[in-house]
């Protein structure tokens, strides 16, 4: 369990959640109640809803012929994500899309993989057979269909689309669409109040915006389901992207003015304190010395 407290502590941070103080002190036994919160489940559409709770949003598209899921947040919530779609549905779940190769999105495939077709862009699958993310259990189990630009479940006279836009979060992000209901779900590309940027999972700030723009002007939509926090719809991500161009921006200008990364950091910290105040959080060690270097 040594590493329950990491990963927990990444999936909230991501969130935007503030950690409270100490908790590195927290004793063993309540870091693996912490990392076993329960799960909820929230309507999108008629027949697509989201499980929030620990780890990444899990969308659940439920069909005649079985459920289609988005994601399966940490291996620990295997359960936890079943009794959340048998609220729904008596159907089983026969395909599980990874938006991308991080643990709280992709550890359930230990389970999963037992019962369901697991399916990934090949980048994703790659960063989890080659260890891409520091801290993350042995057990992971990549997906057995990769694909790397386009492809799409049929079940139950429905579609889920999964399509790959380009680096953003990391090499391998793919955004799945579920066109009857007008719904994405953009994995980490959209998480919490600002993205983490993992450069050693291939991700990049400047293409970042590039693979938001490239979706939003091929997927016609309404509603978001991001990585981590509440559904939104598409001015909300039209805001979320414009918001880390002008971060960008300001910080490229600091970096090419030859300001030093803990001067960086003080003006992030300031913008999102959640996420960039701690210097030991996920996106001061994973994120900010990639800006240093891909901004220059
Ligand atoms: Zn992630």
Redesign the pocket.
Known sequence: MRRSMPLLAFSLL?LGVALPSGHAQTPPAAKQKQGRPPLGIEKVADDLFVIIGNG?NVGVLVTDEGVVLVDDKFEQDYEGIIAQVKTITDKAVKYVINT?H?S??SGGNTRFIEVAEIISHKNARANITDAKQSGAPTSMKPARITFTDETSVFLGGKEVRARYFGRG??NGDVIVYFPAQRVIHT??LM?GVTP?I?YS?GGSIVEWSKTIDAAMAALDFDKVIP?HGVVTNRAGLQTYRDNVVKMRTAIAAMIKQGKRQEEVRAFLSAQYPTVYSSPNSPHNQKSLPGFMTELK
């Open positions: 991501a990444g991308h991080h709280d999105h979060h990391t994995g980490d998480a983490l993992d999972g990585g």
